[in-house]
């Protein structure tokens, strides 16, 4: 069998800026499928990297001659492309087989299978053995409904496998396949914060979470937190700084706990002396940051150079309603702390939550100036399929743009009891405009000792992020 693993063409999320990641996602899926099955013939596309559009792409397609098609889909953002990249496929081939997964056509399987005709099969959450088993059934090895996971259509029905369980010892996947992407490894770049001079890898430390937050989406993709060994992840961090040469590393863990944990994989990763070449980025929680904050300064001589936590709102009754568990005085020490250790300190916040208004969100903005953060990203609370916040958004019938090109965080989706989307809209572009616009901030930023702060800020002015925004805003004025 021919497998055909495609990350199709897109635009960069402009707050972030100009960066181009590996396909994470596909690799891990790719390399596992080798893994396990003889004679099977993988590649994978990324239309990022090889700057390919649709014309390209279709080329691409039409050369390897695949039975299978697998798209990538990180975000809602994205299932236009996606579907786009299955009818591509049917276009040249109908006979091709076509899979789809992750968050998005897992919460809405049946949705998507409905308006889509294209698609084949989705595969439901954690999607290494479901897409293994789903490969030897085509190829006749098993039957198709003995396989867990997995939603297709079967005599006019839409049919729902059983949930799959999850993988408990991740020590015994593979490394992700980068070496399906070599030539491009060099091409990975996260510009706003590390530059081009720094090539970029992902490095997965643990699946799942034990935190319940109401506006997430992956506790309930990934199930409860599962972690691989602090040996296991070091050694991925040696292999592709070894391999290739990659000297920026972004753990993908939404909430890598620190505790006893971080401690080991700090001294292994100290015990193959590449630290002083690394430059790797982690999202912690605030509360953790303040409980194991003396672990900072040896997270600080691995390489740690750059650190985010969500610290959403200064309101307790709203951080109460996201399940979130923090207290609203834990931000600023938690900031305080990274900044004290040589990290750069980067929160997350939300405005847009049900209640909010011109007055919540100026009490909101003087918050983040207290707290204080090197950079500050802020978000419009976003219904995404699968959270609760969405079934609450689609009960209420609050969900006014059903675009899911929009469904990014800067769209505003929703508007709240005194905000319309147009002044929600607005109103996040003055946030950013109250933070970034502080002069003090700016000088601070771009002549700042740290090396990322410092990237970071200058590549702000370069690319007008607040402007783009303040335009968003005024799409919305009549």
């Known amino acids: 069998m021919r497998v055909l693993f495609i990350e199709p063409p897109k635009d960069y999320w402009f707050i972030m800026g100009e960066y181009r990641p590996p396909p994470f996602g596909l690799l891990c899926l790719a390399a596992y499928l080798e893994t396990h099955i003889e004679n099977i013939e993988i590649k994978v596309v990324d239309c990022q990297a090889e700057r390919l559009y649709w014309d390209g792409l279709e080329n691409r397609i039409t050369d390897f001659r695949p039975d299978m098609v697998c798209p990538g889909a990180l975000s809602s953002a994205n299932t236009y492309l996606v579907a786009r990249t299955v009818q591509l496929a049917k276009k040249i081939n109908p006979d091709i087989v076509t899979v789809v997964g992750g968050i998005h056509f897992s919460a809405l399987s049946e949705e998507s299978l409905a308006t889509y005709p294209e698609i084949d099969y989705v595969v439901r959450g954690?999607?290494?053995?479901?897409?293994?088993?789903?490969?030897?059934a085509i190829d006749g090895q098993r039957p198709l409904a003995k396989v867990n996971g997995l939603t297709y259509r079967h005599d006019g029905k839409i049919v729902h496998t059983p949930d799959r369980a999850p993988i408990i010892d991740l020590d015994t996947l593979p490394y992700p396949g980068y070496h399906f992407v070599r030539e491009h490894m060099k091409d990975y770049h996260f510009l706003m914060m590390a530059g081009r001079k720094n090539p970029y890898a992902l490095i997965e430390a643990s699946r799942g979470c034990d935190h319940k937050c109401t506006f997430c989406t992956q506790w309930r993709y990934w199930g409860r937190c599962r972690r691989k060994s602090p040996k296991r992840v070091a050694d991925e961090f040696e292999y592709v700084y070894k391999e290739f040469d990659s000297r920026f590393l972004w753990l993908t863990d939404?909430?890598?706990a620190l505790g006893d944990w971080m401690d080991q994989f700090c001294d292994e990763l100290l015990q193959?002396?590449?630290?002083?070449?690394?430059?790797w980025f982690m999202q912690i929680r605030?509360?953790?940051?303040i409980k194991d904050q003396h672990l900072l300064p040896k997270m600080r001589k691995t390489g740690l150079h750059w650190a985010m936590a969500g610290v959403e709102t200064y309101n307790p009754v709203t951080l109460e309603n996201y399940r979130k568990g923090l207290e609203p005085g834990m931000a600023k020490q938690a900031m305080k702390l990274l900044k004290q250790n040589g990290i750069m300190s980067q929160t997350t916040a939300i405005i847009g939550e049900h209640s909010d208004s011109y007055e919540s969100i100026e009490a909101f903005r003087q918050w983040i100036d207290e707290v204080d953060p090197d950079i500050a990203i802020f978000m419009i609370l976003t219904p995404y399929p699968g959270t609760e916040i969405y079934t609450t958004a689609k009960r209420n019938g609050w969900i006014e743009d059903e675009n899911w090109a929009h469904h990014d965080m800067v769209h505003a989706i929703m508007p709240t009891e005194h905000l319309s989307r147009g002044e929600v809209q607005h109103e996040l572009y003055q946030c950013y405009r109250?933070?970034?616009?502080?002069?003090?901030?700016?000088i601070a930023g771009l002549f700042s000792s740290n090396k990322v702060k410092r990237t970071c800020y200058r590549y702000m002015m370069r690319r007008g992020v607040v402007q783009a925004l303040k335009e968003m805003a005024l799409m919305f004025k009549p």
């Open 254 to 256: 939404d909430n890598l």
């Open 434 to 442: 109250n933070f970034f616009g502080s002069w003090s901030r700016r």
């Open 286 to 289: 605030a509360d953790d940051i």
């Open 272 to 279: 193959r002396g590449i630290q002083d070449d690394l430059l």
């Open 126 to 136: 954690e999607g290494e053995q479901t897409l293994l088993e789903l490969v030897q």
